[in-house]
C-alpha cells in the first residue's frame, strides 16, 4: 500500500493549534525577555538617578556652609563638594541624556565659582551662590525629568 501525502495546506489545517500554541508560546517568551531587560533597565537608571539626588542635595549644603558659615567652614569643605560633584558627574554617566550634559555643567560651573563662596565680599559671593544653586537646581530637574520618562 501507497503512503498517503497530504498537501501542504492539509497539514496546516489538521495542526493548526499546535501552530497557534507554538506562536503564542515563542512571543510570549519574547515579549517576557523583553520586559525583563527593560525593568532592569529602568532600575539602574532610577537608583543611579537617585544616588546623583541625594548627592546633589549634599552639595547644596556645602555650598550653604561655605556661603555663609565662613567663619567656622575648614578647607576640607571646598574639597568635599569637589568629592560631590566629581561623584555626581560620574554617576550621571550612565544616566540617559541630557542628565550627562547637565552634570559636566554643574562641574565646569563649580570649577568657575566654588572659590568665591568664601569671599567677604557680596558682589563676589552672592552671584557664585546664585550660579552654583543655579545649577544644582538645574541638575535636579533634569534628573526628574529623566525619571519621569522612564516606562
Known amino acids: 500500500m501507497m503512503p ?9 489545517q489538521r495542526n493548526i493549534v499546535a501552530l497557534i500554541s507554538v506562536f503564542i508560546a ?5 515579549y517576557n525577555t523583553w520586559r525583563n531587560e527593560k525593568s532592569e533597565h529602568n532600575r539602574n537608571l532610577r537608583e543611579g538617578a537617585f544616588q546623583v539626588l541625594a548627592n546633589l542635595s549634599e552639595l547644596r549644603e556645602i555650598t ?5 558659615d565662613t567663619d567656622t567652614v575648614e578647607e576640607g569643605v571646598l574639597r568635599s563638594g569637589w568629592v560631590k ?4 558627574r560620574d554617576l550621571s554617566q550612565v544616566l540617559e541624556p541630557p542628565v ?20 567677604t565680599s557680596e558682589t563676589v559671593a552672592k552671584p557664585a551662590t546664585n550660579t552654583i544653586l543655579g545649577e544644582i537646581d538645574t541638575m535636579r530637574d533634569v534628573t526628574l525629568a529623566m525619571l519621569g520618562d522612564l516606562d
Open 100 to 119: 550627562p550634559a547637565a552634570a559636566e555643567s554643574l562641574r565646569a560651573t563649580w570649577n568657575n565659582y566654588s572659590a568665591d563662596l568664601r569671599s
Open 64 to 68: 550653604f556652609h561655605l556661603r555663609w
Open 26 to 30: 515563542v512571543s510570549s517568551l519574547s
Open 4 to 12: 498517503t501525502y497530504d498537501t501542504f495546506k492539509q497539514q496546516v
Open 85 to 88: 560633584v566629581l561623584t555626581i
